[in-house]
């Protein structure tokens, strides 16, 4: 089995930094994606960054030059540099990573628990 943990979350004022990070552990064959959603109150979950393997990182346009996702394969850990936070940024972020466990056949896909991000004066 496959589980995803994330940390780093917390209090930030507008204009400060943050830094997520999700460590996958288990029985892990390959990680072919990592990614990181998130969640406002009252929202749908939404797109944040993702990181496929051999491909250039994708964000979502509302942190596109904020943010900057980040992999290290060795660890089986994705990171979330976030920086000139808004309050529009105040949410749970989930991570999420497309794995190839050891014991199956199919990838799967997996999320962790999520981390709560409040940007607030």
């Known amino acids: 089995q496959v589980q995803l943990v994330e940390s780093g979350g917390g209090l930030v004022q507008p204009g400060g930094s943050l830094r997520l990070s999700c460590a996958a552990s288990?029985?892990?064959?390959?990680?072919?994606?990592m990614a990181w959603y998130r969640q406002a109150p009252g929202n749908q979950r939404e797109f944040v960054a993702t990181?496929?393997?051999?491909?250039?990182?994708n964000y979502a346009d509302s942190v596109k030059g904020r943010f900057t996702i980040s992999r290290d394969n060795a660890k089986n850990a994705v990171y979330l540099q976030m920086n000139s936070l808004e309050p529009e940024d105040t949410a749970v972020y989930y991570c999420n990573a497309k794995i190839r466990s050891t014991i199956s056949r199919f990838r799967i896909d997996y999320w962790g628990q999520g981390t709560q991000v409040t940007v607030s004066s």
């Open positions: 288990g029985t892990i064959a390959s990680i072919d994606e």
């Open positions: 990181i496929p393997s051999g491909v250039n990182p």
